[in-house]
């Protein structure tokens, strides 16, 4: 607690200073924040999103992005298939232009920048998921990639979502082309696999906070279990481990005493290890937009922003994506979407408000 109120006060400082106005001296010229960003930032917590540099040249959503958010990720552009489209045999293997153009984005507005994913079973790219290779092969090209992207964002990419998504619900290791078709050489041996990459992430850049990033973890259940029993081992090991990432794609039905109260006591336990907390990908999807709907949305974004603000391990909140314009959510949830604090004309919606009060409340 002691700790949290000390976060809390150098965050107040911090904003004090950006406004030019004294700490503790009862100054009147300290400003109230008006952005989520600067709210946020009195907590010592930083808020982000999920953006895609295509969106770029679309001056409303450049402008809510680097005034409301200090930190942002790529939805997809640093995903292996999109950054690593082509065979280390071709002159070019990587596609570097949409990445360089968000982090550059980031660097000019002062905003934290995370990265998302280099070992996941999803958006790979065909030449990797149909070059029949071995598992030797695997290492080598998984070795390389890990090396090539986290090396050139070194300094500049704060954390890296290292891997993604690895754990079936019930606990076990999913089966990917990493793990055990063929793998990489740690088939059927737990977590080597992740242990490997968080090795190879490292090597390539000792200065960045490495996560481990999953869904359906965020309350104490079998997934989030084995998680936590990894990030217990490793921490004993001295595997590098920074944190854990916890995705919150989430509905109303989330929205209930026991299921908070688990997310909580989740937390505790990983903050424990002596990990950061990451909220990676929060969003809140909805089956209409009805001002019930909406006011119900703003109830639960109120509460996970509170919730958060208890854990001082909790050092970033990041929704995935910021306007409905661009969720994710309507192409994989049939009749479903207005996930996001903005609406689709970059309109505050009631999530926003709820959002930047549960910032700014004592
Ligand atoms: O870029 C192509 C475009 O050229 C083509 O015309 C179009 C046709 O469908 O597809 C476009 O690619 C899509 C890509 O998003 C970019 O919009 C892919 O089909 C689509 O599958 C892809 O979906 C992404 C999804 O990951 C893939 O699994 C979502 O945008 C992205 O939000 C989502 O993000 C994941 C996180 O990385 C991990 N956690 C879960 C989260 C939600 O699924």
């Given at each position: 607690m002691l700790q949290n109120q000390n976060r809390r006060w150098i965050g107040s400082c911090a904003v004090a200073l950006a406004t030019l106005a004294g700490c503790g001296g009862g100054n009147p010229m300290i400003t109230s924040p008006t952005t989520l960003r600067a709210a946020a930032q009195r907590h010592g917590l930083v808020v982000g999103t999920a953006a895609d540099s295509g969106h770029f040249s679309e001056a409303q959503f450049t402008s809510v992005l680097s005034t409301e958010?200090?930190?942002?990720?790529?939805?997809?552009?640093?995903?292996?298939?999109?950054?690593?489209?082509?065979?280390?045999?071709?002159?070019?293997?990587?596609?570097?232009?949409?990445?360089?153009?968000?982090?550059?984005?980031?660097?000019?507005?002062?905003?934290?920048?995370?990265?998302?994913?280099?070992?996941?079973?999803?958006?790979?790219?065909?030449?990797?998921?149909?070059?029949?290779?071995?598992?030797?092969?695997?290492?080598?090209?998984?070795?390389?990639?890990?090396?090539?992207v986290v090396g050139r964002y070194a300094g500049k990419i704060f954390a890296w979502d290292v891997v993604n998504e690895a754990f079936n619900d019930d606990g076990s290791i999913r089966s990917t082309i990493w793990y055990d078709s063929p793998g990489i050489g740690f088939s059927g041996m737990g977590t080597r696999t992740i242990e490997q990459s968080l090795n190879w992430a490292h090597l390539a850049d000792p200065k960045a906070k490495l996560f481990y990033n999953d869904y359906g973890a965020?309350?104490?259940?079998?997934?989030?279990?084995?998680?936590?029993?990894?990030?217990?081992?490793?921490?004993?090991?001295?595997?590098?481990?920074?944190?854990?990432?916890?995705?919150?794609?989430?509905?109303?039905?989330?929205?209930?005493?026991?299921?908070?109260?688990?997310?909580?006591?989740?937390?505790?336990?990983?903050?424990?290890?002596?990990?950061?907390?990451?909220?990676?990908?929060?969003?809140i999807r909805l089956s209409d937009f009805s001002a019930g709907s909406l006011a119900a949305q703003a109830d639960?974004?109120?509460?996970?922003?509170?919730?958060?603000?208890?854990?001082?391990?909790?050092?970033?909140?990041?929704?995935?994506?910021?306007?409905?314009?661009?969720?994710?959510?309507?192409?994989?949830?049939?009749?479903?979407?207005?996930?996001?604090?903005?609406d689709a004309d970059y309109g505050k919606k009631p999530a926003y408000t709820a959002m930047f009060n549960a910032l700014t409340a004592p």
């Open positions: 958010y200090s930190d942002l990720t790529p939805e997809n552009q640093m995903k292996f298939g999109p950054i690593h489209p082509r065979p280390d045999t071709d002159p070019n293997p990587y596609d570097f232009a949409g990445p360089d153009a968000l982090v550059a984005f980031g660097v000019a507005h002062k905003m934290k920048v995370r990265g998302h994913t280099l070992v996941w079973h999803s958006q790979l790219s065909t030449w990797v998921t149909g070059g029949g290779f071995d598992a030797t092969q695997l290492s080598t090209i998984l070795r390389s990639h890990i090396a090539t965020e309350t104490q259940n079998s997934k989030s279990d084995a998680i936590y029993a990894m990030a217990s081992d490793f921490k004993g090991r001295g595997v590098p481990l920074g944190g854990v990432g916890f995705q919150f794609h989430v509905d109303l039905g989330f929205n209930n005493t026991g299921t908070l109260d688990s997310v909580k006591a989740n937390f505790a336990r990983f903050a424990a290890l002596g990990l950061d907390i990451h909220v990676t990908e929060l969003d639960l974004y109120s509460k996970l922003i509170a919730l958060c603000r208890t854990q001082p391990a909790v050092k970033l909140v990041q929704t995935w994506g910021f306007t409905d314009k661009y969720s994710w959510i309507p192409y994989f949830f049939s009749g479903m979407g207005w996930a996001l604090p903005f």
